[in-house]
T-cell receptor
């Protein structure tokens, strides 16, 4: 099992550009989520999905879009990048939405200039 | 709303000694779970230990143990026989039944283990 994979590992964008952060898992997990981590902060939830075709907003959803067409993939789209979106982004997955161990990807460091 | 507070931004400990990291939380839920995650310089988030609120017995995982005080809403992590590889950020996190798996994290404690 590769677990949770994220691409790219690093990315630099200019303000206004759009891009998609990729996340995939091979553990047949129903639940997937995206978090961002800023200096001096814990992780904060952006969007989550409890299964293919079902997504919902987390604590900090503005400026991001998600979709879940398959169980394996959960991409995060930045519509028009802003410097405030400079952060490290983590994708996570777990067996179910109920409290359970979440498996995290290695993270993507995004810088918006 | 649920909150998680880690009051120690940084701590250090000598190799082979014991250190305790503090975490307090606030919730009105009765059925919930608490976690400690480790984030080494590699950035990977690694689950260290997990505690179910309905269990009175404190969880242990090898050198890692917790002191769970439900009434005080306190969940501290004790690391015994500290090793250089324990150097990392440690995050306390909270989850509850019906939360849709939304982990709520504290701001973290940076632990340095000194040789």
């Amino acid at each position: 099992n590769a677990g949770v994979t994220q691409t790219p590992k690093f990315q630099v964008l200019k303000t206004g550009q759009s891009m998609t952060l990729q996340c995939a898992q091979d553990m047949n997990h129903e639940y997937m989520s995206w978090y961002r981590q800023d200096p001096g902060m814990g992780l904060r939830l952006i969007h989550y999905s409890v299964g293919a075709g079902i997504t919902d907003q987390g604590e900090v959803p503005n400026g991001y879009n998600v979709s879940r067409s398959t169980t394996e993939d959960f991409p995060l789209r930045l519509l028009s990048a802003a410097p405030s979106q400079t952060s490290v982004y983590f994708c996570a997955s777990s067996y179910s939405p109920e409290p359970y161990e979440q498996y995290f990807g290695p993270g993507t460091r995004l810088t918006v200039t | 709303a649920q909150t998680v507070t880690q009051s120690q931004p940084e701590m250090s400990v000598q190799e082979a000694e014991t250190v305790t990291l503090s975490c307090t939380y606030d919730t009105s839920e009765n059925n919930y779970y608490l976690f400690w995650y480790k984030q080494p310089p590699s950035r990977q988030m690694i689950l260290v230990i997990r505690q179910e609120a309905y269990k009175q017995q404190n969880a242990t995982e090898n050198r890692f143990s917790v002191n769970f005080q439900k009434a005080a809403k306190s969940f501290s992590l004790k690391i015994s026989d500290s090793q250089l590889g324990d150097t990392a950020m440690y995050f306390c996190a909270f989850d509850y039944g019906g939360s849709q798996g939304n982990l709520i994290f504290g701001k973290g404690t940076k632990l340095s283990v000194k040789p």
